[in-house]
Every structure is written in structure tokens, then in C-alpha cells.
């Protein structure tokens, strides 16, 4: 066989009988459809829960407390294995149970901080309204607007 019969054999197989085969095989099998789908697929809906979903049960403080005690009681057991200062754990029990309203540090540093970048961009989107020609709106209540949609209240 001369090579010039060679290169016309491997172009007839490639231009012609592999992708008459692989139509076949598409055809006959249809294998390629079921690719990515079956019961372990992402898009497959998750049947309904046969359990309502019920509100979670109360908390019994004492339970909470002697939980979050033992915690810490491990954190400082450890940090002194390892040779660090270890923590006053009753301290920290009462910073960690105290009510949300006796923590003001750092959630009123993050409140003033969320208030201002707020106020800012009320104040950008006014600039925007006066470019436009639009009547700007008043800051301070677009502003109180914009924490009670976010926040729920301010």
C-alpha cells in the first residue's frame, strides 16, 4: 500500500465512518441524555419532609448556663495545659449570658458604623436625583427608612 492510499484510507475513516458511528451509537444508545440526571443529581427536587417543621423548644437558662460554664471551664483547662494565661471563667459566663441590651461595645460601635455608611448612601443617591433633575429626599428620614427596611428597627 503507498502512502498516498494510507492518507486516503485515514481521511475517508475520519471524515466519513467516525461520525457516521458516532451518530449510530448516539441513536441507539441514548446514553449521552441520562448524563449528570439520577438520584443523586443536583437538579432533582427533594421530596417534601414528612415532618412539619415545628418551632424550636425553649432554652432552660440553667441548662444554658451550666453548658456554656463547662465550655469555658475546658477552654481554661486547656489554655493552661499549653502554658497560656488561662481565662476567669466566671466572668466570661457572665459576659457570654448577659441579655443583648447589656452588651453596648462593640454592637453600638457597629451600629453607628452601619448608620453612617447608610447616611452615605442616601446622600450619593441624592446627588444622583439631583443630577437627574429630581426633587432629592429628605437624609435623616431615608436614612431611619433604610435601617427599619434593613435592620427591622432601628
Do not use: H
Amino acid at each position: 500500500m503507498s502512502p498516498s492510499s494510507q492518507c486516503l484510507v485515514v481521511l475517508l475513516f475520519t471524515g466519513v465512518a467516525a461520525p457516521v458511528a458516532g451518530l449510530l451509537l448516539r441513536r441507539i444508545a441514548g446514553g449521552w441524555d441520562s448524563v449528570g440526571r439520577g438520584p443523586f443529581a443536583i437538579e432533582q427536587q427533594l421530596p417534601p419532609s414528612r415532618y412539619p417543621s415545628r418551632p424550636a423548644a425553649p432554652i432552660d437558662p440553667a441548662i444554658q448556663a451550666a453548658e456554656v460554664r463547662q465550655m469555658l471551664e475546658a477552654k481554661a483547662s486547656r489554655l493552661e495545659r499549653r502554658g497560656e494565661a488561662p481565662i476567669d471563667v466566671e466572668a466570661e459566663t457572665t459576659r457570654l449570658l448577659a441579655p443583648l441590651g447589656e452588651e453596648l461595645g462593640a454592637g453600638a460601635r457597629q451600629d453607628a458604623e452601619l448608620r453612617a455608611e447608610v447616611r452615605q448612601l442616601v446622600v450619593t443617591r441624592n446627588e444622583r436625583r439631583m443630577r437627574k433633575g429630581l426633587e432629592p429626599l429628605d437624609v435623616e428620614t431615608e436614612t431611619e427608612r433604610q435601617l427599619e427596611d434593613f435592620v427591622g428597627s432601628p
